[in-house]
């Protein structure tokens, strides 16, 4: 079983900044990629950052430049920095994952979700 852990939402003022963090536990073989995804009210969820195990990232077009998706040394945590937050960044922010459990099966998991507002 593996069980991904999210925390470091909140509410911040236009201009703000927070970082989001994304523990993986559990039977974890080897990580293929780790993301971020988001849902604001009344939208479908989208892709924010993603980066794979070669490191290789990917942003949405909206958040280049201020967001940065990051990870530690061990792998099984990763980060969401996010630098001059709008009032449109405001949703439910998701980690995700891709991985083995063993050599020859992976699958797709995902966090609980955490709220980050942005309102002045």
């Known amino acids: 079983q593996v069980r991904l852990v999210e925390s470091g939402g909140g509410s911040v003022q236009p201009g703000g900044s927070l970082e989001l963090s994304c523990v993986a536990s559990?039977?974890?073989?080897?990580?293929?990629?780790k993301a971020w995804y988001r849902q604001a009210p009344g939208k479908q969820r989208e892709l924010v950052a993603s980066v794979t195990a070669g490191g290789n990232t990917n942003y949405a077009a909206s958040v280049k430049g201020r967001f940065t998706i990051s990870r530690d040394n061990n792998q099984n945590t990763w980060y969401l920095t996010m630098n001059s937050l709008k009032s449109e960044d405001t949703g439910v922010y998701y980690c995700?994952?891709?991985?083995?459990?063993?050599?020859?099966?992976?699958?797709?998991?995902w966090g609980q979700g955490t709220q980050v507002t942005v309102t002045s």
């Open positions: 559990g039977s974890i073989f080897r990580l293929i990629s």
């Open positions: 995700n994952a891709r991985l083995y459990t063993d050599p020859a099966a992976w699958d797709e998991y």
